[in-house]
């Protein structure tokens, strides 16, 4: 009774005090509100999209995101065929719910970094639902090898079963199910690779530097390896690329693009020609 | 060989042979010594003789400079050095023995002639001593050297040609075709004479004469060229570091022998003359600087403008200029009304006006009611009221009514003739017409400041230049870019329309908040807090900063050119305010007229109130002395003044606060949490979602120009808003100052501002225009106060001149002014004025045109030069391809040489021929002779290919027949 009434009090409280900043004030903060609003709408249609519609979907059908996704390429995309997959992938991505892949455009970036270069080993880090894997997989020449770390159990179920309906078997795709840390200082030993043509950074933005440290310690990098980072400008990873910057130790090139799937957010990808150690 | 190379071991070999002669005198030196042991006293005698001597070489010497220019003597005295070095060696040894022979006095020549030098160079000693100690170091060193070149007496010139050789080396080349064969042909007589003159030194007899007038001569030449070459440094060629060396040394050598010239008497005089120059020019130089340094925040600006283009230090430039008419507004206000008031005035508490009230007394000194501007700050010089309307005061007689008229009257009449002033300059500096068509040529050519010596400087001078460069492409760009003109201007139209709404919305908003602070200030302010009170002010300030940002984002649909889109944005901006004020000022006269109410009745019982007193305490005796009571506790009327006043101070206090305070969040908080959390953040701020903020120049302005609005407007009533202002301007210029430098990003679309200076100032003139409009309209229809300001008891505030104008001046004047206020008058006069601003305006409109005419000449005219050019390029070209086949048909049964000449000689061609297609017009026979004068040189060296000639004296042959200036070139050179 008595908590009832000091709450009740407390509310009076607050609504005195509400009442004291007249509604004309509050009034006035209306078009600070809706310049955010127009200002940062794509920021707000990637949260409901990315973050409420998930939240929504997972609930209702008590699935993960990556086993919607694999269910819909399933039923709609030609197995087999990998341009087929990944164009489901992007439909499915762009209308019905969001996944943060690497995307058609680029994507593009990438198929012509592949084309130019021809890199006999790629260390794939954030396999994820394994578009990306595919989509390297796919431009590779024959006999090329691809090692594709994930860390999540699921994810990488799903990403396995994309693989290889896209058509790639275990020679050309190693999927290592460890954390990106633990898997780099031992991929000599463990997989015998002496030196990386191609590493693509797609995972946590978090782990990007340290795993450039590692990628350096482990000597696996040679003179004229390519380290290929997305998402380095949204969500972004300033420290990773402050590092590539100042260390010299890579030639620097951020291509500058649209975060995949949603208009209006500018992001980039950074490709680091590593110069060799001096 | 080519002629520079030649120079170059000409030089070469001259040093050997000076070095050569210096081992010679150094023996001569011991000789000579041995001979003065015992010699001394005769020395003197001698001097004659040896001056003699001298002196008949000289004037050889100087013979023969006659024939030849100097030029070549010098060349064909290396030349002579080369040929005949042995020979004179010999020669030389020769008279040496000659002299032993003689005696002392003929071996002791050179040895004397250096003492005579150690003599004068003393003189000039003690004289420079007198002049500057300073000079004490160098000219010991200068007289060092001059002994040196004394003892090597013959070798001095060559060694001076030797340090002239690069300074020449390049008139050398100009002049060679003419100079080089008479030269050689000069150098065999001319070195022969040179000989003979110094075989014949020891015969010689002269005159007596001053001391070596050839060798000052030569010093002055070759000073006066290094001053020529330090002057004209800056249009040569080179490289900056060639320059720069050359700069260095020339300015050495001026400095170390500019002393010694003149003669004399004058010698002194010149040196006190080249000193004082010098001084002078590093005082004017000074000066610049100070100057420069003097203009108030001029580095500052510049820094601000290279880091961030100029349309933000347009702002800034907007804001300085601001100040100083502050500053003379601050004068006039604070002269001539608030410190004679303060002085000479009654002082504090003499009068009812003068004095708080008895019931505000306990409150008056409380800082919210200070702040408020309430208490002790409304009963001072700072408001209206406290002034009195006592006639003159002081042992001035100072006319302090009319004082305070006259200043309102004047500082708003000197705001208007100040804005179009600069109005009327801005124009004329705009001049009509496109200036963009050698846009980029322009920046190229004369963007950079050659009076930057600061590194730093430089460095933001080379930024400040590249932003213009990305400026004017980015101008470049959207000129040429065309889109979908319908979706544009139908997005045009809906940000128009939504521009509209939110004003109309931001306007209701506003008449509502009035609506309601006028139902407050009815039921009586003291019921309310603090929020309620200033409700007015708030939502205002709020308005004015959010609403612009929302215009911002709506203009991105517009898709404008950014200079475009600022003007429009600054024109919503503008509406916005105006509306807010214009509200404002609605609100305020309905308060001036509840006060007017108020004094009414105040007024009645006033007359109540003073019979009251008199009737209650002295019944009877009228002729008692005046009751006295404490002014404090005299009932008064509310001065609706003193209130209109207050009002436009809160104004000004409450928008300065927002704006800081907008500045301290929204850009230094921000800027700081973007910066630090940037770390241990999950994206990346800075490029992201905060980002920093850019410098809002739109918003700014005009804040700037609504807040001297206000100033204008309350500046009758509150005597202190100058002040205040200037207090504000000056503290925002360093705070925004510094915001920008440190937490605002450049604008990521740059561009020049250079049209909206002008616009600024327009919209100035109509705010200026907007707030006299209620100043004098309150002026004009309310009476003042009955009891509080200068102007009370008077029935309208202007009536004050009238009063002067009978009272202090004759009365034949205030006839003459009535009678020129006579309409019959006034009108005619009117009526001529508006003829001539008609005329005026006319001729100024035709002066434009034919200003617009003219330029439009000159611009086909230089098309026209242009295509002109071309043709003559292409003509010329075309000569030059049937002049090549003639001479391939004639030379065909000439040698392989003669081929590869002619192949080379056609790729030279076309090399002009693009040269002109450039624009730039190369005269056919002078390309034609450049090539045909070559191939003597270049049949003997395939390999290298001195620069071509550029004289005019050969070129009168005709193109197509290269065989004639051959002929012309050898019979040149043999």
Redesign the interface.
Known sequence: MLQSVSCGSRKFRIWSALK???P??A??????L??LI???RY?FVLLYRAVLIRWVRDCLTGLSREERAFQYILTHATPGDAQSILDTFDHWCSKVEFISNIGPKKGKILDRLLQEHCPITVLELGTHCGYSTVRIARSLPIGARIYSVEMDERNAQVAEKIIRLAGFDEDMVELIVRPSDEVIPRLREDFGVERLDLVFMDHW??CYLPDLQLLEGSGLLGEGSIILADN????????FLRHARRSGLYEVRVHRAMLEYIRGI?DGMAELTFLGIK | MPRHKLIASESDVSIEVDEGKDNEFSLYYVEVEENSKGGKEKQATRDGKRRRARNGEVSRRRASEKRTTNMANKRAEKKHEKHHKTTRKEGERHRKRQRRRIADEEEAEEESSKEKKNIKNERTKTLKLEDEKEKDVKKKRKKHVKNQEDDANPGKTKQKDCQDVPLKEKKKKRKKPETTSESESQSESQSESNSDSEAKDNQAVGVLGSLTPEELEKLKEAVDERKKLITTIKGKPWPMKKKLVILRESQEFVEKYEGALGKGKGRKLYAYKVLMMKKWMKFERDLENFKTACIPWEMKIKEIESHFGSSVASYFIFLRWMYGINMILFGLTFGLVMVPEALMGKPYGSMPRKTVPREEEASAMNFAVLWDFGGYAKYSVLFYGYYNNQRAIGWLKFRMPLSYFLVGVGTVAYSYMVVIRTMARNANEEGGGDDTSFNFSWKTFTSWDYLIGNPETADNKFASITTSFKEAIVEEQESRKDDNIHLTRFLRVLANFLVLC?LA??GY?IY??VR?SQKFALEGLENY?W??RN?VN??MS??G???P??F???STLENYHPRIALQWQLGRIFALFLGNLYTFIIALMDAIQLKRAEEEIVKKNMTIWQANLYNGTVPDNSTAPPITVHPADVPRGPCWETMVGQEFVRLIISDTMTTYITLLIGDFIRAVLVRFL??CW???L????PSYSEFDVSGNVLGLIFNQGMIWMGAFYAPCLPALNLLRLHVSMYLQCWAVMCCNVPQERVFKASGSNNFYMAMLLVILFLSTLPAIYTIVSFPPSFDCGPFSGKNRMFDVIQETLETDFPAWFGKVFSYASNPGLVLPFLLLLVLAIYYLQSTSKTYKRVNMELKKKLQTQNEENKKKNKLAALKAANELEQARKAGEQRSNSASDLGVNEESSSLDEAGHHRQAGQNGRLIHPSQSQHAQSSEPPVSSTHTTTRPPASRSHTASGHLPGHPQQPQKNSHSNRR
């Open positions: 004291m900043v007249s004309a004030i009034l006035a903060f209306l078009p600070l809706l310049t127009i200002r940062y920021y933005k978090r380095v400008i949204f969500p972004g990873a300033p420290n500018r | 939110c919305g931001s908003l509502f908040v309601r807090g929020w309620e409700e708030m939502v709020l308005l900063m959010f609403c940002m929302l911002d984002v709506i940037n770390n999950c994206w990346d800075e490029y992201g979602f």
